[in-house]
């Protein structure tokens, strides 16, 4: 297999595009995450599963107005509308699905033509986007920013709509997902890279990487690719931070690794949960480096100055 990758030259050009993306900022010099904000969304992205009631109790906390709610009977998407008029801002959370391993068979669709953003975007993703925006675009105001939660399949189409709301000119504050699945390719991850993109995932959630990435699809421009931050919640109070390459080759080493009970528990909102509220009392950044070589592929986490460091592996959620 190996052989067969090498002997495609249009690998290599790619190949050195994808390591020298890779270069990661020293932990001391990078930009700190705000994990009372990802807190905050993650609370919305998990009310979403519970009741009407519930989701209301929880915006009216944060001095949010629950505007819509609701399920769409032909997609099953389930989602919400809150508005503060006081910081003029709409937050939007799309629910995922409540069965993790049919999640993994349906998201490996090929990549569509999107008339209305330009990008080659996964069908079922978009299709459900396209039904929640009929419903939320009437209620948006022009002049307020707009926020988007998710989690699981409910953050790949919260990613969706902010790009259908992006195309109409409104203010997208930012996108926060969790568990988050790829929706688009290389072309269009860098289309929406103007916007605020975070997404949320533990080591060994296996959604987030899916459809898998695979080195010898270095040839091919038009595979999943991931857009915005990539922020790994690993143990205690530690956490790293990736982007463009280097996000998708910490995929590449799950490739032939089996679906086990620990990636379904850790794909749930409750240990995403856990992990940040870990991080909103004490966040420390560690630097994960990608060890790219043509006999495979390691990741590991370097401490911080003072630290120990350790391999990847032992730093699973």
């Given at each position: 297999m190996l052989k067969?990758?090498?002997?495609?030259?249009?690998?290599?050009?790619?190949?050195?595009?994808?390591?020298?993306?890779?270069?990661?900022?020293?932990?001391?010099?990078?930009?700190?995450?705000?994990?009372?904000?990802?807190?905050?969304?993650?609370?919305?992205?998990?009310?979403?599963?519970?009741?009407?009631?519930?989701?209301?109790?929880?915006?009216?906390?944060?001095?949010?107005?629950?505007?819509?709610?609701?399920?769409?009977?032909?997609?099953?998407?389930?989602?919400?509308?809150?508005?503060?008029?006081?910081?003029?801002?709409?937050?939007?959370?799309?629910?995922?699905?409540?069965?993790?391993?049919?999640?993994?068979?349906?998201?490996?669709?090929?990549?569509?033509?999107?008339?209305?953003?330009?990008?080659?975007?996964?069908?079922?993703?978009?299709?459900?986007?396209?039904?929640?925006?009929?419903?939320?675009?009437?209620?948006?105001?022009?002049?307020?920013?707009?926020?988007?939660?998710?989690?699981?399949?409910?953050?790949?189409?919260?990613?969706?709509?902010a790009m259908y709301l992006d195309a109409d000119r409104l203010d997208i504050e930012q996108v926060i997902t969790f568990g988050q699945p790829k929706v688009t390719n290389l072309a269009g991850a860098n289309s929406i890279a103007h916007l605020n993109i975070v997404r949320v995932v533990t080591p060994t959630d296996l959604v987030p990487l899916l459809p898998p990435f695979d080195p010898l699809d270095l040839g091919n421009l038009d595979i999943y690719w991931h857009a915005g931050k990539e922020v790994i919640l690993l143990k205690d109070d530690r956490y790293a931070v990736l982007e463009a390459a280097d996000s998708m080759l910490r995929a590449a080493q799950f490739i032939l690794q089996p679906l086990t009970e620990e990636n379904l528990k850790n794909h749930y909102m409750a240990p995403y949960l856990d992990l940040i509220e870990l991080k909103t009392r004490s966040a420390r950044r560690v630097i994960m480096r990608n060890s790219f070589h043509l006999f495979g592929n390691d990741l590991a986490v370097i401490s911080s100055p003072g630290l120990r460091s350790e391999a990847y592996r032992s730093a699973r959620a």
């Open positions: 067969t990758w090498l002997a495609q030259p249009v690998c290599f050009p790619v190949l050195l595009l994808l390591l020298s993306c890779g270069i990661l900022l020293p932990a001391a010099a990078a930009e700190a995450i705000n994990f009372a904000e990802i807190k905050k969304q993650a609370l919305f992205a998990s009310a979403v599963y519970r009741s009407e009631e519930d989701i209301r109790e929880l915006a009216e906390s944060y001095e949010y107005r629950l505007d819509l709610y609701q399920t769409i009977p032909d997609s099953r998407i389930t989602f919400f509308l809150a508005t503060n008029d006081s910081i003029r801002t709409h937050l939007i959370s799309v629910r995922g699905t409540s069965n993790v391993e049919n999640a993994m068979v349906d998201i490996a669709l090929k990549l569509l033509p999107d008339e209305k953003t330009g990008a080659r975007l996964h069908q079922g993703f978009s299709y459900a986007a396209k039904q929640v925006y009929a419903q939320v675009k009437p209620l948006l105001k022009q002049d307020y920013k707009v926020q988007f939660t998710g989690h699981s399949l409910g953050g790949a189409v919260a990613l969706i709509l």
